[in-house]
């Protein structure tokens, strides 16, 4: 499976932005589908955004417009850009990836997950 590690979370006031980011390591294939993720206290891991090893993106309603995936070009890094945050994209972020040709799809699809980084946007 693939190593992810997540970084670039934290607290940051509503309108504010971040940057996570996602080192990824270890592939055993040749191309990978990437995403992130997050999961809110008592409730469901949901898809934020996700990426083909093309450069196609795929994102939740709730962030469109607002949130940015990106790759670096050697597919080693990750990386979310989240601007005009609000109060409830308050959630654990995590990093997955599954062989391609999958794509899109729920958590339980996806293989290789990061231990997450915590993002805050207080009331």
């Known amino acids: 499976q693939v190593q992810l590690v997540e970084s670039g979370g934290g607290s940051v006031q509503a309108g504010g932005s971040l940057r996570l980011s996602c080192a990824a390591s270890g592939y055993t294939y040749s191309t990978y589908y990437m995403a992130w993720f997050r999961q809110a206290p008592g409730k469901e891991r949901k898809g934020v955004a996700g990426i083909t090893s093309d450069g196609i993106t795929t994102y939740a309603d709730s962030v469109k417009g607002r949130f940015t995936i990106s790759q670096d070009n050697a597919k080693t890094t990750l990386y979310l850009q989240m601007n005009s945050l609000k109060p409830e994209d308050t959630a654990m972020y995590y990093c997955?990836?599954?062989?391609?040709?999958?794509?899109?799809?729920?958590?339980?699809?996806?293989?290789?997950w990061g231990t997450g980084t915590q993002v805050t946007v207080p009331q």
């Open positions: 997955a990836a599954r062989p391609e040709p999958g794509g899109w799809g729920p958590h339980w699809l996806f293989r290789s």
